[in-house]
């Protein structure tokens, strides 16, 4: 006998952005959360269970932040259609919680009366309504719920017994089984809009009794953060912090992890016979997987920093100062945050684009992205300035190694504008997103969902690395190591590999820009991540690993190349694509292979016409 | 209708001469005033009435820029003082210049301090 399929009661939290409502999605849910992605769109789908007081266990789902239904960016169209019910994956809600925040009450009661088409019971909750006692502000709630037809409460994300009187509301809404009907929405035109503002407005003059407007914190922390020479200077603190902690706090735990893969490398060695299986394991499986876990450190403190930021409030502002910099190149304010994040890494900070509404603005900024100097870099550009570069200061005070490291960054930058510029000017020629943007309040951050936000990103980079980027390691390990060298072989096995042919068959290719055959054979395996290129060019100059090898190899290569065949590697690092993982990434977050494609061709002729730019001219000025 | 802002009043018909009309996008930090239209109106778009795009319209309305509210510019950018932030009632909005030219409000002060027009 079939039975019948038992279903969750099923809520859906909608609001204002900035209205407390992933706070208060936390307090409902606690760890119980699980975030994935809406197939086919790159937005993050935030859902959750908890049971309730009367024993029901209901899910929940946290629509993105929207000031109405209209669905202008991917966020909102989610929402829209998740209400709806026009989204494949998401069953429409039984109720719709529709989260206010007490202390700015107008925005979403105008929401509340877009939704009262939609044909879902709802549930009004004033959220942060201490904050608003705080400050003086008394509503009345009995009021609010008789003008709009639905039961309103209180609600505090924060603190013990916050959420009692919601979740009473929602054991009563579950008791008269509640559930969506059929839907007679349809877009508001101006006009309506400015008719539900009215109402809106009139029932905020009725309802809520708010002392008069007040030079709050808000305010004043503004009248500085906002000021034009101050707030570019916190913002430069800010930034420079961050730096600071992304490349000193991370020191330890990378080398903590990179001797792990290591140990775990001579382990597995040690134990299994030399053997396919054994080279797959540790050279492909576990020395790929490293090369990129080893970043992990850095994307959580920059994520860290990046949630803390958002969650005090700050990064509108920040958008706000650089609205005009990074609008020079058509880009968005928001764009700021994804391109600073892709200083790590260029895959966290092409998954932050989707802060970013308009598609075209998005686009370019993922494009840009991986201009920015990613520090799997670091090590390229080490081993070639400590070999190539005398450690000399010029006029006595600038070092001349930290010079070159320098300009290797501002290259990135500059040439990240001008593409940008391009991009904008000749493939996306539209207007820009309009910048319209709430600068929300000042909030104390709180320290559980802010822990929640990181694992939540960490969690997300690691299975990344656990899926796509594991099969790229696979695949160009298989290029590295099939055909296996043969019984009488001299040169290093890689020599004799598809990567071997694949980089003989390109050298002439790239004589014009100084590369040698070992160069060549080492771009290969440094698809995988850029610093894998220091490894496998070991491997090529048959020297061993660990630090004494890294020593030995910057001799190989100061003996062997000239220096402008090491100054034309340095300019092809700034520019070529040479990151699979970057690539399967913009695959998933642009769906379409188009883009990927596209990024790929124009950093590699970048890349081609600065190094053999940088060569020839160097060959030329060297004699 | 009702506004809450207890510090201001409601522009008196034949007096509008004292609260001069001025577009949001022209204003400097200081300029106070309540909204009198936006989007597509004579006042933004002159007798011609050209094309008003009607999604930014839309926008700003959601913001809550909405015929009535009071206004106050309170910070610009550094660079060519764009974009600028604006208190709209009580809540704090950043828009560009472009984007606050659709919004058109009476001056509080009867010779606000502005940019120069750069419309037409």
């Given amino acids: 006998m079939l039975m019948k399929p038992v279903r969750d009661y099923r809520i859906a939290l909608i609001g204002n952005p900035n209205c407390g409502k992933t706070a208060l999605f936390n307090a409902l849910t606690g760890s119980q959360q699980k975030v994935a992605n809406y197939p086919g769109v790159t937005v993050e789908r935030k859902e959750g269970a908890f049971v309730s007081p009367a024993g029901v266990r209901i899910s929940v789902l946290d629509l993105p932040g929207t000031y109405s239904l209209r669905g202008r960016s991917p966020d909102e169209v989610v929402t829209r259609d998740a209400i709806l019910g026009a989204l494949d994956a998401v069953d429409r809600p039984d ?129 500085i953060v906002l000021h034009p020479v101050f707030g570019i200077v916190i913002l430069l603190a800010v930034l420079f912090l961050i730096f600071q902690a992304v490349f000193t706090w991370a020191a330890v735990p990378m080398e903590m992890i990179s001797a792990a893969f290591d140990a775990l490398n001579t382990m597995v060695k040690s134990v299994l016979p030399d053997s396919m299986l054994s080279s797959l394991l540790t050279d492909g499986i576990i020395t790929g997987v490293g090369g990129v876990l080893v970043f992990l450190p850095q994307i959580v403190i920059l994520f860290f920093f990046i949630i803390l930021l958002e969650d005090l409030g700050y990064m509108a502002r920040a958008a706000f100062l650089m609205d005009r910099v990074v609008g020079g190149a058509g880009l968005h304010g928001r764009s700021f945050i994804p391109l600073l994040s892709s200083f790590a890494c260029a895959i966290p900070g ?139 072989a001299t040169e290093p096995a890689i020599n004799y590999s598809f990567a071997g042919m694949i980089g003989h068959a390109l ?68 520019f070529a694509p040479q990151c699979a993982s970057t690539l399967v990434v913009v695959r998933r977050e642009t769906n379409s292979w188009q883009w990927p494609v596209l990024m790929f061709a124009y950093m590699l002729v970048l890349a081609y016409a600065a190094s053999f730019i940088v060569f020839q001219t160097a060959s030329y000025l060297g004699g | ?35 009198m239209s936006v989007g597509n109106s004579k006042l933004v778009t002159g007798e011609a009435g050209r094309d008003f795009d009607l999604e930014l319209e839309k926008r700003l309305l959601e913001i809550g820029f909405v015929e009535g509210a009071h206004v106050e510019i309170l910070h610009e950018g550094f660079i060519g003082k764009d974009p600028i932030a604006v208190r709209v009632d009580n809540m704090s909005v950043a828009l560009g210049r472009r984007e606050a030219d659709a919004v058109v409000l009476a001056s509080e002060s009867p010779n606000p301090r502005l940019l120069p027009d750069r419309s037409r």
């Fill in chain 2, 1 to 35: 209708m009702t506004y809450q802002s207890p510090q201001q009043t409601e522009p008196l018909p034949g007096r509008e001469e004292a609260r001069p009309l001025v577009r949001l996008g022209r204003g400097r930090p200081g300029l106070r005033g309540i909204v």
């Fill in chain 1, 95 to 223: 109720l719709l919680v529709c989260v206010a925040d007490a202390t700015n009450l107008r925005l979403m009661l105008r929401l509340v009366l877009e939704l009262k088409s939609v044909g879902i019971p709802m549930i009004l909750t004033l959220n942060m309504s201490d904050i608003a006692a705080h400050r003086g502000i008394v509503i009345d709630s009995g009021g609010l719920a008789r003008e709009l037809g639905i039961p309103v409460v209180n609600s505090v994300a924060v603190g013990h017994n916050g959420t009692t009187a919601l979740l009473g509301e929602i054991d009563r809404k579950v008791a008269e089984a509640a559930s969506a009907s059929a839907s007679n929405w349809s877009e508001q035109d101006s006009g309506e809009i400015r008719k539900a503002h009215h109402l809106a407005d009139s029932m905020v003059a009725r309802f809520v009794a708010a002392p008069a407007v007040s030079k709050d914190l808000t305010n004043r922390i503004d009248r």
């Fill in chain 1, 350 to 488: 092409i998954m932050a684009t989707r802060v970013i509404e308009n598609r075209r603005q998005r686009l370019a900024t993922i494009m840009v992205a991986p201009l920015m100097t990613c520090s799997a870099r670091i090590p390229v550009y080490t081993l070639i300035i400590g070999a190539f570069v005398p450690r000399q200061s010029i006029a006595g005070i600038v070092n001349l190694q930290g010079l070159v490291m320098f300009s290797l960054y501002l290259a990135g930058i500059v040439s990240a504008f001008v593409v940008a510029f391009l991009f904008r000017r000749l493939v996306w020629k539209g207007k820009s997103e309009p910048f319209i943007m709430e600068l929300p309040s000042y909030k104390r951050p709180m320290l559980r969902s802010l822990a929640m936000g990181v694992l939540q990103r960490a969690y997300i980079f690691v299975r990344r690395a656990g899926t796509i980027i594991l099969s790229m390691m696979v695949l160009i390990w298989f290029l590295s190591t099939v055909p296996g060298a043969p019984e009488a």
């Fill in chain 1, 507 to 574: 050298q002439p290719l790239l004589a014009p820009i100084g590369f040698n055959w070992q160069i060549s054979v080492a771009l290969i395996p440094g698809m995988a991540a850029r610093e894998v290129a220091v490894g496998a060019l070991a491997t090529v100059y048959a020297i061993g690993g660990g630090t004494s090898g890294e020593a030995g190899l910057a001799t190989a290569i100061a003996g062997q190349w000239s220096l402008a065949t090491a100054l034309s590697l340095l300019a092809w690092y700034v």
